[in-house]
């Protein structure tokens, strides 16, 4: 399977505790993209790297929030001194290069609930 | 106002019959609109895009685009249980991220 994976797939930690995901992406694509989903909701972006590089950053992700690229292919978000409003499916996605037009394809996503 | 609307739903439609999805998007500056399939607990899964004014097909689907009167719609033709999910509205500024609508959730009822 040459899509982008996500690991774990799902997780339930104690508030306060750190966590961290794993995204690997399409292996060609060098943009990769974090988004959080709640339910009943459509996915938010939380930032986004060209390679290595963090170009983007949402003003939702706060000081808890760490991601890193650190080779330019699999990402980890990190979240620190977890919270119950941190409880969501987190996405991550990747593309191509090619411009402003290229297609974001998602990973199954990681579930994150917070006790 | 939301930068990207979408109606909640639920669409309920019978078998066979056409569904229409609606989205409406407030920056003038969008430059590429896609829709997204999100099936109960699942990731978004890309249905279509289209960058320019009018109609794009690809098989059961047509994806329109007026960005006058900055609406995107998809229309479901022949529309079969399966569809059932919510879609999901995103539209890209020429910044890297997309941003969402809330979706639509559709059911075609047998």
């Known amino acids: 399977d040459t899509g982008v994976s996500q690991n774990p797939r799902h997780k339930i930690t104690k508030r306060g505790q750190n966590v961290t995901f794993r995204c690997d992406p399409i292996?060609?694509?060098?943009?990769l993209y974090w988004y959080r989903q709640t339910l009943g909701q459509g996915p938010e972006f939380l930032t986004y790297?060209?390679?290595?590089?963090?170009?983007?950053k949402s003003r939702l992700l706060s000081d808890r929030f760490s991601a890193e690229r650190p080779k330019g292919s699999f990402s980890t978000l990190e979240i620190q001194r977890t919270e119950q409003g941190d409880s969501a499916m987190y996405l991550c996605?990747?593309?191509?290069?090619?411009?402003?037009?290229?297609?974001?394809?998602f990973g199954p996503g990681t579930r994150l609930l917070v006790l | 106002q939301k930068e990207v609307e979408q109606n909640s739903g639920p669409l309920s439609v019978p078998e066979g019959a056409i569904a229409s999805l609606n989205c409406t998007y407030s920056?003038?500056?969008?430059?590429?609109f896609f829709w997204y399939r999100q099936y109960s607990g699942k990731s978004p899964e890309l249905i279509m895009f289209?960058?320019?004014?009018g109609d794009k097909e690809d098989g059961r689907f047509t994806a329109q685009l007026n960005k006058a009167s900055q609406y995107v719609s998809l229309l479901i033709r022949d529309s079969q249980p399966s569809d059932s999910a919510t879609y999901l509205c995103?539209?890209?500024?020429?910044?890297?991220?997309?941003?969402f609508g809330s979706g639509t959730r559709l059911q075609v009822q047998p």
């Open positions: 996605a990747s593309s191509p290069s090619g411009g402003v037009k290229e297609t974001q394809y």
């Open positions: 292996s060609e694509h060098n943009r």
């Open positions: 790297f060209q390679n290595e590089a963090q170009l983007e």
């Open positions: 920056d003038r500056g969008s430059q590429s």
């Open positions: 289209i960058y320019s004014n």
């Open positions: 995103a539209v890209g500024t020429g910044r890297r991220a997309l941003t």
